[in-house]
């Protein structure tokens, strides 16, 4: 498959769906990746739909609250500045599919690794496949992630205990740019879903929408 290249209008395009006025059709979407391994790629179905209706109200955007689904080696993939990827197990990229994940980020694209608890081994050796020479890094508190719409002076909130350990935000960064921001021990994906699924007190659910839009703001303004 050819390199796929972000053109300069393709980004106007996307920037102007995605800021348009709100009695205008909602086109843009958010994604959510689909991979191989058997790991359930397919959590937190109510999601990215509240994100979505969230950034809508607090950021001005008009994103339709209909996500995609994309697959990692598809040519689709760079039609989405911001993809969304969450689970709980193993995550494998073929050799095509790596290739595919790093021309879209250094095309211009931006992927969001939310860990559902249990994914973090798989992911970072899926990663290191598509970055062979790069690292995931923690960012500082002081990243501009945190500091969006909404201010999150010691970064990360924490929504679901998991392993009990500090919420962590990780980042790989391609010529000075976030390209993938990995969310680790803080399950924002939980936080997103409807009040009734996992109950979360709506204080954390606030924390979870507020940092989710924080980061489709950063995404999209890069």
């Given at each position: 498959?050819?390199?796929?290249?972000?053109?300069?209008?393709?980004?106007?395009?996307?920037?102007?769906?995605?800021?348009?006025?709100?009695?205008?059709?909602?086109?843009?979407?958010?994604?959510?990746?689909?991979?191989?391994?058997?790991?359930?790629?397919?959590?937190n179905?109510?999601?990215?739909?509240?994100?979505?209706?969230?950034?809508?109200?607090v950021?001005?955007?008009?994103?339709?609250?209909?996500?995609?689904?994309?697959?990692?080696?598809?040519?689709?993939?760079?039609?989405?500045?911001?993809?969304?990827?969450?689970?709980?197990?193993?995550?494998?990229?073929?050799?095509?599919?790596?290739?595919?994940?790093?021309?879209?980020?250094?095309?211009?694209?931006?992927i969001?690794?939310?860990?559902?608890?249990?994914?973090?081994?798989?992911?970072?050796?899926?990663?290191?496949?598509?970055?062979?020479?790069?690292?995931?890094?923690?960012?500082?508190?002081?990243?501009?992630?945190?500091?969006?719409?909404?201010?999150?002076?010691?970064?990360?909130?924490?929504?679901?205990?998991?392993?009990?350990?500090?919420?962590?935000?990780?980042?790989?960064?391609?010529?000075?740019?976030?390209?993938?921001?990995?969310?680790?021990?803080?399950?924002?994906?939980?936080?997103?879903?409807?009040?009734?699924?996992?109950?979360?007190?709506?204080?954390?659910?606030?924390?979870?929408?507020?940092?989710?839009?924080?980061?489709?703001?950063?995404?999209?303004?890069?």
């Open positions: 498959m050819p390199t796929i290249k972000f053109t300069f209008l393709a980004l106007i395009f996307v920037l102007i769906s995605a800021f348009r006025p709100s009695d205008a059709p909602a086109s843009m979407k958010l994604a959510l990746l689909k991979y191989n391994g058997g790991g359930d790629w397919y959590a179905p109510t999601a990215l739909p509240n994100l979505a209706r969230y950034c809508n109200r950021l001005g955007t008009n994103l339709n609250p209909e996500y995609a689904t994309v697959e990692v080696g598809s040519a689709e993939l760079f039609n989405y500045p911001f993809v969304h990827m969450t689970g709980h197990g193993n995550v494998v990229f073929s050799d095509a599919e790596a290739e595919n994940l790093r021309n879209y980020l250094i095309a211009g694209g931006f969001h690794i939310d860990d559902n608890y249990g994914m973090d081994p798989y992911v970072r050796t899926a990663l290191k496949k598509v970055f062979p020479e790069l690292q995931l890094v923690e960012l500082p508190w002081e990243h501009e992630i945190y500091k969006q719409q909404y201010k999150f002076d010691n970064g990360l909130p924490k929504i679901h205990k998991h392993e009990g350990e500090a919420p962590q935000g990780f980042g790989i960064m391609w010529e000075d740019r976030l390209v993938v921001f990995y969310s680790f021990e803080s399950d924002l994906g939980d936080g997103w879903e409807d009040p009734d699924v996992h109950k979360d007190p709506e204080e954390l659910r606030q924390k979870a929408l507020q940092m989710g839009a924080n980061i489709v703001k950063y995404a999209f303004q890069q």
